[in-house]
């Protein structure tokens, strides 16, 4: 693995590999956290740019993006927008460059705003068709006063009606500078070819911009919400366990946990409600750990009569984590770092997937190797430090129900 920050600012993070695919992912923390009171405008923003730069048109762009690259995509999150894909190492210039005239050089024409802005309310009215989205737009929406992430990435009907073209270059001029950029790039092509690419297309970059405000945190109450969506057979639950408080090591210490709690079938939490007590068919968990938002995520779907006793079973589950120390014994925490090490690095085998991990993570904690570690450094991780910081990741809790 290897860095390097370009002049102006942007960084290359470079991580060999000997595949003849290359991925890149250029990450910017210009994600919907970034908003303000223009909700949707980052989202805008990232579709605003493929439609054309001072060098190419729409259509030239879509064709060089499939002419060029076997993937590619980008997308918004809440704390970054992302520009990705892989390809042929022997086109990784080509890429580069297309990219960065993108990036870079984005014309914000008045043609096509408005069918973009309408396909981008089309895109909504799908919005919650993904339950599990469905059900966390609704906790956000019901715990939190003014935090952004009240409303949907993409917006509210209401927001993306009052966007115009200017907030769009308001917003692009406020967060797309090269400081604010990261690049990855996985590849068998040498470090210096690929730092020479990089500088050749980005380099030259400059913005009068070169610092972001850092993103604050309105705590939520421990409530549970009730909502109810007609056109759904049984009732949805999601149960929201606030991590922003965790240190890195904690946060390791919880995705080990995990592997234990509500991985797979073999996990405590589908032990108990499935296997034992029938009542769900699958039950799904998640740490996540992302700049703006930061949960331990549990998701499932009941019938109407057994949501307290899963409630209630899923309590009593937390609560026999302070037993954990004398029922676990070291082979077994083995087990869980090994299960957890083994996924992380199944999922790495796709080049695209490390490439967008590092440059997130860069964009996110101003160190990419805060992934790197999650793996790395777990080995020093024990059964006390495990239960004190489960300590304080149960401490509160928002529930979810969507009858």
């Given at each position: 693995?290897?860095?390097?920050?370009?002049?102006?600012?942007?960084?290359?993070?470079?991580?060999?590999?000997?595949?003849?695919?290359?991925?890149?992912?250029?990450?910017?923390?210009?994600?919907?956290l970034?908003?303000?009171?223009?909700?949707?405008?980052?989202?805008?923003?990232?579709?605003?740019?493929?439609?054309?730069?001072?060098?190419?048109s729409?259509?030239?762009?879509?064709?060089?993006?499939?002419?060029?690259?076997?993937?590619?995509?980008?997308?918004?999150?809440?704390?970054y927008?992302i520009?990705?894909?892989?390809?042929?190492?022997?086109d990784?210039?080509?890429?580069?460059?297309?990219?960065?005239?993108i990036?870079?050089?984005?014309?914000?024409?008045?043609?096509?705003?408005?069918e973009?802005?309408?396909?981008?309310?089309?895109?909504?009215?799908?919005?919650?068709?993904?339950?599990?989205?469905y059900?966390?737009?609704?906790?956000f929406?019901?715990?939190?006063k003014?935090?952004?992430?009240?409303?949907?990435?993409?917006?509210?009907?209401?927001?993306?009606?009052?966007?115009?073209?200017?907030?769009?270059?308001?917003?692009?001029?406020?967060?797309?500078?090269?400081?604010?950029?990261?690049?990855?790039?996985?590849?068998?092509?040498?470090?210096?070819?690929?730092?020479?690419?990089?500088?050749?297309y980005?380099?030259?970059?400059?913005?009068?911009?070169?610092?972001?405000?850092?993103?604050?945190?309105?705590?939520?109450?421990?409530?549970?919400?009730?909502?109810?969506k007609?056109?759904?057979?049984?009732?949805?639950?999601?149960?929201?366990?606030?991590?922003?408080?965790?240190s890195?090591?904690?946060?390791?210490?919880?995705?080990?946990?995990?592997?234990?709690?509500?991985?797979?079938?073999?996990?405590?939490?589908?032990?108990?409600?499935?296997?034992?007590?029938?009542?769900?068919?699958?039950?799904?968990?998640?740490?996540?750990?992302?700049?703006?938002?930061?949960?331990?995520?549990?998701?499932?779907?009941?019938?109407?009569?057994?949501?307290?006793?899963?409630?209630?079973?899923?309590?009593?589950?937390?609560?026999?984590?302070?037993?954990?120390?004398?029922?676990?014994?070291?082979?077994?925490?083995?087990?869980?770092?090994?299960?957890?090490?083994?996924?992380?690095?199944?999922?790495?085998?796709?080049?695209?997937?490390?490439?967008?991990?590092l440059s997130?993570?860069?964009?996110?904690?101003?160190?990419?190797?805060?992934?790197?570690?999650?793996?790395?450094?777990?080995d020093?991780?024990?059964?006390?430090?495990?239960?004190?910081?489960?300590?304080?990741?149960?401490?509160?809790?928002?529930?979810?129900?969507?009858?």
């Open positions: 693995m290897k860095e390097y920050i370009l002049e102006n600012g942007v960084k290359l993070i470079y991580k060999k590999n000997i595949s003849d695919l290359t991925s890149i992912c250029i990450s910017l923390d210009a994600g919907a970034r908003d303000e009171e223009k909700y949707g405008v980052a989202h805008a923003t990232e579709h605003m740019v493929y439609k054309g730069t001072k060098n190419r729409e259509e030239d762009i879509n064709k060089e993006l499939s002419e060029i690259f076997g993937f590619q995509n980008a997308m918004t999150n809440y704390p927008v520009y990705y894909g892989t390809l042929l190492g022997e990784l210039e080509r890429g580069i460059e297309l990219f960065s005239d990036i870079i050089n984005p014309s914000f024409k008045n043609d096509g705003f408005k973009e802005m309408s396909v981008i309310v089309e895109e909504l009215k799908e919005w919650d068709e993904d339950l599990e989205q059900l966390e737009d609704k906790l929406l019901n715990a939190f003014s935090r952004r992430i009240k409303y949907p990435i993409i917006g509210t009907f209401d927001s993306l009606k009052n966007i115009c073209l200017e907030d769009i270059k308001g917003f692009y001029k406020r967060t797309y500078f090269p400081r604010n950029t990261k690049i990855a790039v996985v590849t068998s092509l040498d470090f210096d070819i690929v730092l020479d690419i990089v500088k050749k980005f380099e030259e970059w400059n913005s009068t911009i070169d610092t972001i405000d850092e993103i604050t945190y309105e705590n939520p109450s421990s409530k549970v919400f009730e909502d109810i007609g056109d759904i057979k049984t009732n949805k639950i999601q149960i929201n366990y606030p991590i922003d408080k965790l890195e090591k904690e946060v390791r210490a919880l995705r080990i946990f995990n592997e234990y709690f509500g991985e797979g079938i073999n996990s405590k939490l589908f032990d108990t409600l499935r296997t034992k007590n029938g009542l769900v068919y699958d039950v799904l968990t998640r740490v996540c750990h992302e700049n703006g938002i930061k949960f331990y995520k549990i998701t499932f779907s009941t019938a109407k009569e057994n949501v307290n006793k899963s409630l209630s079973l899923i309590d009593e589950c937390v609560y026999e984590i302070k037993n954990l120390k004398n029922t676990i014994s070291e082979f077994e925490l083995l087990k869980w770092k090994k299960s957890f090490k083994l996924k992380r690095l199944f999922r790495e085998e796709q080049s695209i997937v490390l490439a967008k991990e997130t993570y860069e964009t996110m904690f101003n160190d990419y190797k805060v992934y790197i570690n999650e793996t790395d450094d777990i020093y991780i024990d059964i006390d430090f495990i239960i004190d910081t489960l300590d304080k990741v149960f401490k509160n809790k928002l529930v979810q129900i969507i009858k």
